[in-house]
């Protein structure tokens, strides 16, 4: 496994689609005007560059511990992702076009972004409905210290005990899918 294979720009192409995708349909869900919503390309494409770096990371470090490698869990890739794409200033949003919007569409608003990284990862990466536990996780991604290890940890349980949707993602397809591992079982 080379370096390259872990999340290759064609691939982070994808993926940005994906979340630009998700943050226009919570946007269209919750009435923000597009006029509001501008997406930064250029701290999408660093969001997940950096991503990469992290799976490198990771992948490099357990290759070294554990003798019998099968690749990431899925929720680990999750974590790194969510993480990533919450924390650069990806999403921009005029208060000139939320003048007209209610209280609770300028709250959703302010946590575009955060709740697109969230359904872009249950529903591209862990392939399951983000529910109850959403809620939750987005007070944490934008009022609390969480880490991508943490996250991954949260997505694994989350994958486990949750019902699969039946989404098809770019990591699906070979070589991802022998770099990162779906839940055995459900339930």
Sequence with gaps: MSDADLLP?????????????????????TGIPDAAIDITANELALALSEARKDLIIMVTRRMKVEQDFHGLSVGKLAGILVFRLSRYRIVQISEDGLRDCDQRTIKIASKLQELAALRFASEAILKVHPQNWHPELLYILSRRHINQEMLGVTFDVIATHSPPLKTISPLDAPPFNKFYRRRQNSG
Excluded at 14 to 26: P, R, T
Aim: charged letters at 35%.
């Design 9 to 29: 720009g064609r691939i982070q192409d994808e993926l940005a689609n994906i979340f630009a995708d998700a943050v226009a349909e919570i946007a269209e869900e």
